[in-house]
């Protein structure tokens, strides 16, 4: 008999091969315990998740009630503790209920799957997180993309769909390459026209917007306007996981039929008991957001004297546009000699040709921090032109 021939691969090898030759192969950073840099490059906008306060909350739990829920929400995982922080991010958003997460990606993935199927629109924002696109295509549900923050081109979309279709409308609130942030109101104006639900996921905006840290919908968007709002806790609340906030109705059809909820153990009762403190913190340290958009205002002051190019974001996430890979990766490169971090994302993140730096600020970058990080700006733009 002959040998057979191994398409994989194959396979695999050219997918490598294409990703190379288009300037987007991405290196996974180790990094030390104590890393020796500044992180520009982090979700952290609280400075929240090297405090230790969390770190004892997280250790005290773990003593107590071991390092792992041990099964699902389900079977035997759902804790007290659990209940005790879903009850919490309810009322942090003014909603009835919340359901824990394991992860933002899970929970974006849950709730589509649970809400949506092939009779099901749906229409979202281009430049929604990818979890919100992979949810959308494991429902089966026929997805259309309006236009970036375009309302109008939403507006025609809907119009055409049909009228006995459940319709969903869906949009991240920060957008997570850009900054920039949703029209929640008239979002939910539109798709109320229209009969739709909307749905937003909140990741970058909970604990930095809001009057009281609720972010971009929270309390000034009730479960009326926006029926499905999502977070997580691993950025701003410096934990990990993430969770669903909405009516009796909703949270228990995810309870019922979200297959990511359902079939994953629940998060460890010490990640949990650190997102309790978390808000804690959250409520009793209004200076933390103060501080935070004090930084953004610095930075962006500074930036603009220097000639950056900035875009329109008034949220921690500051990307420099810079267009080429080659470039960004340079930028990148020389940033990181001089001991600061930063994201250099590309395509397929974000579309060719919007290759940027994608800087993250946090409450707990001092004066220090952010003179260097503008320093080792200027400096790429000097080198550059020289």
Not at 33 to 48: E, R, S, T
Not at 213 to 226: K, L, N, P, S, T
Request: some cysteine; overall charge neutral.
């Amino acid at each position: 008999m002959g040998s057979r021939t191994d398409p994989w691969s194959a396979r695999l090898a050219k997918a490598a091969e294409q990703r190379r030759a288009d300037g987007g192969w991405r290196q996974r950073p180790t990094l030390s315990d104590v890393a020796p840099f500044i992180d520009f490059a982090g979700n952290d906008y609280l400075g929240l998740a090297e405090d230790p306060r969390l770190a004892e909350a997280q250790a005290e739990a773990a003593r107590r009630l071991g390092a792992g829920a041990k099964a699902s929400h389900l079977v035997s995982g759902h804790l007290e503790i659990h209940e005790r922080l879903e009850r919490r991010l309810a009322q942090l958003t003014g909603r009835p209920r919340a359901l824990l997460f394991s992860t933002g990606y899970m929970a974006n993935l849950g709730v589509l799957q649970a809400l949506c199927d092939r009779h099901t629109r749906v229409f979202q924002d281009r430049l929604n997180h990818a979890s919100l696109i992979d949810g959308a295509r494991l429902a089966g549900a026929t997805s259309r993309r309006f236009h970036h923050r375009d309302l109008e081109d939403l507006e025609r979309l809907l119009a055409r769909a049909p009228d006995d279709a459940p319709t969903l409308v869906v949009s991240d609130g920060v957008f997570s390459m850009d900054g920039d942030v949703a029209e929640v109101g008239a979002l939910a104006a539109t798709a109320r026209r229209h009969g739709a639900w909307l749905m937003i996921d909140d990741a970058h905006g909970l604990g930095v917007l809001g009057e009281v840290g609720d972010g971009c919908v929270g309390r000034a968007h009730d479960r009326r306007e926006v029926p499905v709002l999502v977070g997580t806790l691993g950025k701003a609340l410096g934990s990990a996981g993430a969770f669903v906030a909405g009516d009796e109705a909703l949270i228990d059809h995810l309870i019922q039929f979200a297959r990511p909820y359902v079939y994953t153990t629940a998060q460890p009762p010490g990640v949990a008991a650190a997102t309790l403190t978390a808000l804690d913190v959250l409520e009793r340290e209004p200076e933390r957001r103060a501080r935070l958009h004090e930084r953004i205002a610095d930075f962006r002051r500074e930036a603009v004297t220097l000639g950056l190019p900035l875009t329109d974001s008034r949220t921690p996430i500051q990307p420099i546009v810079l267009g080429d890979n080659a470039r960004v990766m340079r930028w990148a490169e020389r940033l990181a000699r001089a001991g600061l971090r930063v994201g250099a994302i590309r395509a397929p993140t974000v579309p060719k040709g919007e290759a940027r730096l994608r800087i993250t600020l946090s409450a707990a970058h001092d004066d220090d921090a952010l003179d260097a990080l503008l320093e080792g700006l200027a400096t790429c733009q000097r080198e550059e032109a020289a």
